[in-house]
């Protein structure tokens, strides 16, 4: 399983990737593969302004529902449309095409808050 | 009786070596998924899986009177089934509830063999013992049942089995040995496609998963099963069935065999409730909008105006036929005709559905 080291992770398993102070936010490879097929994604429209550890939307597996949480502050300033059409996205490249939402960061200082991949993969359940 | 231990599946190794993810369900640990439900279901609609269904109850009952005494607990009038035949039925409670729904396969003139529920296998093997005495016998720790399913299943099984098996029409059931084993097989199936239900002892059971899978069989887990019952409307007993709903209710009538007299377990109850319209019955929705619809979330009424009351769907989910959110109720007769536009709560939003014909999905003939 793979945890990009340039990410910072949260213990609900999205993921976080900043660049000029904008958030891009998805859920990670363990909470793709927990999920198992992706079958629709609920997103916030653009203009939403969200507050760390927000519910911002909904993931629907075939097998299993789950609510999404911001890792950040801010205001949602896109969403990923490919995912309407293309919810299994998510599961083939969870930290790629399958992007979610991208937040303008109202407190940088949130970042170091979240975990480093070798901490979030620590906190997962052993595989077997 | 539970111990709170899961039963595990003889096949066990196999499964887990062809990367199953495993699952607690009915006091057994199941292969809930192998690569993914969706590649599993589409396996079993466009070209074969095979499924490990072993937690299944199997009784055999051998006695020349195996048909009369099998009668007497069950919906359906097995006794008028020829050799070689299978038929789905129904255990009734004395009020005329579903207390389970079973497969009734009649193997020869006195030798039977019915498949119940994993939940209620303990029960029902001593119904049956109760009807049938020492000609009943519980079968189902000395053998496993595989079930092979899909356009491409009789094919694939008159090369890895025996061409005989083309021979067994639908709902039809017959016997053949394998590799010294008998195996008896069931042209029947729980996915809405084509295909057989084999029972066998477990070591030719795991040649025979073997064989099929090598043979390009795709191993598929209960998450497909459930989706695959549900696009062909098949009941889930627990959910869309239980001892709260009774046969008619749910669109059953047609297992009910009233008109030959013979007392079964029920019938007075069957009898008195098969003069009456059913005030809910069990139908089909599928939503008008994204989303996945599960059991219990509610019905809402949308545009019908009131009289609607408290209904949760009894199952529901994404159709990886349809690409659309499916679901059963029981639905009040009011509303239950197909076009009739209702909604379903799905996290404090109300999807738009509408009533469509029972199945969902049903195979070329």
């Known amino acids: ?128 | 009786m539970s111990t709170g231990e899961l039963r595990r599946l003889p096949l066990r190794e196999r499964h887990l070596a062809a990367g199953a993810r495993m699952s607690p369900f009915a006091g057994w640990e199941m292969p809930l998924q192998y690569t993914g439900i969706l590649a599993e279901h589409a396996a079993v609609r466009t070209d074969v899986g095979i499924f490990d269904v072993s937690h299944m109850g199997r009784v055999r009952v051998a006695a020349g009177d195996a048909g009369a005494r099998i009668r007497a607990i069950t919906t359906y009038d097995v006794a008028r089934m020829r050799a070689g035949r299978a038929h789905y039925s129904l255990y009734c409670t004395p009020d005329g509830g579903i207390a389970d729904d079973v497969m009734v396969y009649r193997l020869d003139d006195a030798r039977w063999l019915i498949v119940h529920n994993a939940d209620h296998a303990e029960a029902d093997a001593a119904r049956v013992r109760a009807a049938a005495g020492a000609a009943a016998s519980d079968v189902g720790r000395e053998t496993v049942m595989l079930a092979i399913q899909g356009p491409r299943a009789l094919d694939l099984l008159a090369g890895v089995l025996a061409d005989g098996v083309r021979a067994i029409g639908l709902r039809r059931c017959g016997e053949l040995t394998w590799r010294g084993a008998g195996v008896f097989v069931g042209r029947t199936g729980y996915t809405g496609e084509d295909g057989v239900e084999c029972i066998l002892e477990p070591a030719a059971g795991g040649e025979l998963w073997d064989a099929c899978v090598a043979a390009g069989a795709r191993p598929c887990g209960l998450g497909a099963r459930d989706t695959l019952r549900l696009e062909a409307a098949l009941p889930l007993h627990g959910h869309d069935i239980s001892p709260e709903t009774d046969p008619y209710a749910a669109g059953l009538g047609w297992t009910v065999t009233l008109d030959d007299g013979v007392d079964f377990i029920g019938r007075a109850a069957l009898v008195a409730l098969a003069e009456r319209e059913p005030p809910r019955r069990l139908s089909c929705l599928r939503l008008l909008d994204r989303g996945v619809p599960r059991a219990g979330y509610a019905v809402r009424a949308g545009d019908v105006a009131d009289g609607l009351g408290l209904v949760t769907l009894t199952s529901g989910a994404f159709s990886p036929t349809l690409r659309v959110g499916i679901a059963m109720a029981y639905l009040p007769a009011a509303v239950s005709a197909p076009g009739t536009r209702l909604a379903i709560a799905i996290h404090g939003r109300d999807v738009p559905a509408e009533v469509v014909a029972r199945p969902f999905y049903r195979r070329d003939a």
């Open chain 1, 1 to 128: 399983m793979d945890f990009p080291a340039e990410l910072r992770y949260t213990t609900e398993d999205e993921w976080v990737r900043v660049a000029d102070g904008v958030a891009t936010i998805g859920i990670s490879d363990f909470a793709q593969d927990q999920l198992g097929d992706v079958v629709y994604v609920e997103l916030p429209a653009p203009g939403r302004t969200l507050a760390a550890g927000e519910a911002f939307g909904l993931i629907e597996s075939v097998k299993a529902v789950s609510d999404l949480f911001s890792p950040v502050s801010g205001e949602v300033i896109a969403h990923n449309d490919a995912l309407t059409d293309q919810p299994e996205l998510v599961n083939s490249s969870p930290y790629g095409d399958g992007w979610m939402i991208r937040v303008r960061m109202s407190d940088l200082a949130e970042l170091d808050g979240l975990l480093t991949a070798d901490a979030y993969r620590g906190r997962l359940p052993a595989a077997g």
